[in-house]
């Protein structure tokens, strides 16, 4: 049962993957993009991480994507990119080396595969483990981040506003 | 009980796509996809390693992961906006002014 | 105290005006430099009452400057008899000249800039005199090689005024050399430069050292006293405003170099071979620089030739351990040579900086004073019987023949008397073709340039009275001076001398016949006076024969200096500027700088511009790094 769920969110989140980079129309890319985030959401599941699930589920689906399509559909465009590819040799090169560079991080992942799993205590994954461990230990860090969104929120602004006339 | 080398090896098959992604692609918007793309396999990894070690500091890491990805994402998507405006275009090949 | 404040007035003149003096009333520069003087004359003259001075010296230690190891130079002046002669020497003549300039330099734009040099100059030049050690002496010594080389300069707007200077503090510079190599050599050897330290260790000092030590300081004495063959720099110095000729290359600077050897005598007597060195240069000079002043049409290089013929007497003075005829002489020599070129300059100023003799001539009747203070400078120059010069260079003339050991140092003396009949015969000449009244045949009036002259229809005039008093006094001084030496009258300036320098006249000295010695000087003067006024009667000069060739090229030394000096070391500059600093230093700087703009042209080309691009080269050096840590 298990490994079933866990080939189903697999399949989908490859699929969608390929799907981001490989479709023409921008919609189409950010629908792929939203099946990946739900398939890993899945996947947070299976790994006992019911917290990080609903924050992938809420943030990324529900407010990051949407904020893309929202893009998209201001702008109007249809693929947004130019007819004449400039760097010829642009799209061989980045195959071959990605290429070499799965090859090198499954090579590490197989050869280097760790102990066993650990039998987690009961209740880890949860709101109230994460959230303890955010507001004790990483309290500052925590902090840091909010004061990072209130910079993030004001360079929007500033970034985006009109230009102003001449 | 799935083993983590698998999740793992999705993980690295994702990054790489989203890589090829943001090397390939010349639609601004789509690359940031790309990029949102890595980030998410990084996230799995981290869960899963925090699966793996019973830690809950891994799970931690993708929350702050979370949140700056919000915030990139904003930011990102407002100098799109920006550059849009002035130039009517999201190729990121026709920003090319730092050219040597 | 006081020894201080005999350097400190004119260093407070100097002070004001080279700071202040732009923005004085245009008498004042004049005014402030010559009180500054005249202070300290007046502090030299109250030093020299104190009876000390005149036994053991008075000494003033200011403070310890170097002390390294077991070697210490402490600042300190000294004022014994050798240094009260020269400071009283130094000021009193420095204080007249300052008088006197205030009337030559009347209308000149740069008085202040003027006075401050002249005021450093007496400064340094008291340095010079009173330093208790050499190290003080050698900062003196170079102060007055900066003010001689300023001054000479001073009107740098003229080529040739900037050329001399730039000539004297070159060929200073060979000289000074070899002084501090021998102050050094000396330091080394004694670990003291105290003169009195030198003194004490001198006697025990090995001979061949002492020769050493010595003839490198010599070597400083001749640049600084214009001896051969580093004599070439005090003619052309003549470009400089004449009372800085009076008296700083005349009277005082120029004697610095006897005034050192004065000063380490007993070192320099250690040293036989360099005594005899010192002799034969003086005496070579004393010739050479006579014969040459017979033929120089300038007045103002006239004398300079004069003036080095004179050092070289002071040097045979000090060949022969005559120290104190030398001094004598030096103290004579400033007082007649000065008033000669204070006459020289006051015909300069009257006939509006004319100084060629061939245009000069008739002026002692509207110039009846100056042309009277010009014939007694000549006669005590001369020798003539009972002026000042008569009775020093007589008496170095008769310890020359009373030292004399063999052919060798007869020569020396004969060479003495020769030059005096010459200097007898050049200054007459001079004095004939300055003064005398032109033939009537004379197809140029020589007065044609000054009447028709910027300054109106003024002729040749007398000088003002600020000019006159000084030659007045200089005048009475070369009259009566002599007498300072004269035995007759107890010689209290030789004898203090004498004294100090502990060389009472050798005890063979009465076996020498002093009254031929002086009939035979005196002869020779009064033979040359009478060639003089025969050959040039009726203002002829005598026509260039073959040997007036020979002596209006200065023997050919200079063109010898610029065929074997000048010119190797112009073409090494010419290939340096021209091969090596073109050809090598630019060419390896430009062809830096051209690697360097290449290698950016070529750099450039990986800045594309295009995003994916970095991004592509990114995964390539992770791959890359990947890849290493895999297969480590």
């Known amino acids: 049962m298990e490994l079933v769920v866990f080939g189903l969110a697999s399949a989908g989140a490859l699929a969608g993957g390929i799907g981001v980079i490989a479709s023409r129309p921008p919609v189409r890319s950010a629908l792929s993009l939203l099946l990946v985030l739900g398939s890993l959401a899945i996947m947070y599941l299976l790994l006992a991480a019911q917290f990080i699930a609903a924050l992938q589920v809420i943030i990324y689906a529900g407010a990051i994507v949407v904020l893309f399509l929202f893009v998209i559909m201001l702008l109007h465009m249809r693929s947004g990119e130019g007819r ?12 071959v080396l990605a290429g070499l560079f799965l ?12 102990p066993h799993m650990a039998e987690p205590a009961p209740g880890f994954g949860t709101a109230e483990s994460v959230g303890r461990s955010l507001f004790t230990k990483f309290l500052l860090p925590f902090e840091v981040a909010s004061i990072v969104l209130l910079v993030g929120i004001i360079a929007a602004v500033v970034v985006g506003r009109p230009l102003a006339p001449p | 009980m799935i083993p983590v080398p698998y999740y793992l090896t999705i993980s690295a098959v994702l990054f790489t796509v989203g890589m090829a992604g943001v090397l390939v692609r010349r639609n601004a918007l789509v690359i940031f996809m790309a990029i949102e793309l890595m980030l998410n396999s990084v996230n799995l990894t981290f869960v899963a390693f925090a699966r793996q070690l019973a830690a809950i500091e ?6 702050f992961v979370i949140v700056i990805a919000a915030v990139e994402v904003v930011v990102g998507l407002a100098i799109i906006i920006a550059i849009f405006r002035a130039r009517s275009t999201v190729d990121i090949d026709d920003v090319d002014l730092l050219r040597g | 105290m006081v020894l201080l404040f005999i350097i400190l007035f004119p260093l407070a003149g100097w002070l004001i005006n080279g700071f202040a003096g732009g923005r004085l009333p245009p008498r004042a520069p004049g005014l402030v430099g010559s009180a500054s003087v005249g202070l300290s004359l007046t502090a030299a003259l109250v030093a020299v009452q104190q009876p000390e001075v005149w036994r053991e010296g008075l000494t003033a230690s200011l403070f310890t400057w170097i002390s390294a190891g077991e070697f210490s130079a402490r600042a300190s002046l000294v004022l014994d008899p050798l240094s009260a002669v020269m400071t009283l020497v130094v000021t009193g003549v420095g204080f007249l000249i300052h008088i006197y300039s205030i009337g030559y330099m009347a209308e000149d734009p740069g008085k202040s800039r003027y006075f401050a040099y002249l005021n450093l100059f007496i400064a340094s030049m008291l340095v010079l005199v009173l330093a208790g050690n050499l190290l003080v002496m050698f900062v003196g010594w170079e102060l007055v090689g900066l003010c001689s080389y300023l001054l000479i300069g001073f009107w740098f707007d003229r080529e040739r005024a ?6 004297a503090f070159i060929v200073n510079r060979i000289g000074d050399a070899g002084f501090l190599l021998g102050i050094l050599l000396l330091a080394v050897t004694v670990k003291s430069l105290d003169f009195k330290a030198i003194a004490d260790a001198s006697s025990s000092m090995a001979v061949p050292v002492a020769t050493a030590i010595t003839l490198l300081l010599f070597v400083g004495a001749t640049g600084k006293s214009a ?38 005598h007993p070192l320099f007597t250690q040293a036989e071979l360099t005594l005899g060195v010192v002799a034969a240069v003086g005496a070579a000079t004393a010739f050479f620089a006579a014969t040459v002043a017979l033929v120089e049409h300038d007045l103002k290089r006239v004398l300079a030739y004069s003036t080095i013929s ?19 002489h030096l ?10 070129f204070l006459a020289a300059g006051s015909v300069m100023h009257a006939m509006h900086g004319v100084i060629d003799m061939r245009r000069l001539g008739g002026l002692a009747r509207p110039m009846r004073w100056t042309a009277l203070g010009f014939v007694i400078g000549a006669a005590a120059l001369a020798g003539f019987p009972f002026t000042a010069g ?7 003339l008769e310890r020359a023949f009373a030292h004399a050991r063999g052919w060798g140092s007869y020569l020396l003396w004969a060479a003495g008397v020769a030059t005096a009949f010459i200097t007898a015969v050049y200054i007459t000449r001079a004095a004939i073709l300055t003064f005398a009244p032109p033939p009537s045949h004379h197809d140029h009036p020589p007065f044609d340039s000054a009447q028709g002259g910027p300054s109106g229809s003024r002729g040749p005039h007398e000088a003002p009275p600020e000019m006159g008093w000084p030659m007045a006094a200089l005048a009475a001084l070369s009259l009566g001076g002599g007498f300072l030496g004269a035995s007759a009258v107890g010689a209290p300036l030789l004898h203090s001398l004498e004294r100090f320098f502990n060389s009472a006249p050798e005890p063979e000295a009465g076996a020498v016949p002093v009254l031929a010695l002086t009939l035979v000087s005196v002869s020779a003067a009064l033979a040359g006076m009478l060639a003089g006024l025969w050959l040039y009667r009726g203002r002829r000069d005598a026509s260039l024969s073959a040997l007036g060739q020979f002596l209006s090229h200065k023997w050919y030394i200079e063109d010898l200096y610029n065929a074997a000096i000048v010119g190797p070391l112009r073409r090494g500059a010419q290939f340096l500027a021209s091969t090596v600093e073109l050809g090598i230093i630019d060419g390896a700087v430009i062809g830096v700088a051209g690697a360097v703009r290449q290698a950016g042209a070529s750099f450039r080309r990986f800045q594309t511009g295009y995003v994916r691009n970095y991004a592509a080269v990114l995964l390539a050096g992770t791959v890359l790094l990947l890849g290493y840590w895999l297969t480590r």
Do not use: C, N
Not at chain 3, 162 to 167: E, F, V
């Open chain 2, 58 to 63: 891994g799970q931690v890491a993708v929350f």
């Open chain 3, 227 to 264: 001896q051969l063959p580093l004599h070439v720099w005090l003619p052309d110095a003549m470009e400089g405003p004449t009372p800085v000729s009076a008296l700083i290359h005349a009277a005082t600077m120029v004697t610095a170099g006897v005034y050192m050897i004065g000063r380490l």
């Open chain 3, 162 to 167: 900037a050329d001399a200077g730039r000539k």
């Open chain 3, 310 to 328: 004179q050092l070289g007497y002071m040097f045979l003075a000090m060949g022969v351990a005559a120290a104190p005829a030398g001094m004598f």
């Open chain 1, 103 to 114: 090859a090198a991080l499954l090579y590490a992942i197989w050869t280097g595969a760790g």
């Open chain 3, 331 to 340: 103290t004579t020599h400033a007082v007649f040579k000065a008033l000669l």
């Open chain 1, 84 to 95: 004449v590819e400039k760097l010829r040799w642009q799209g061989p090169v980045s195959y």
């Open chain 3, 390 to 396: 008569f009775f020093s260079k007589d008496l170095i």
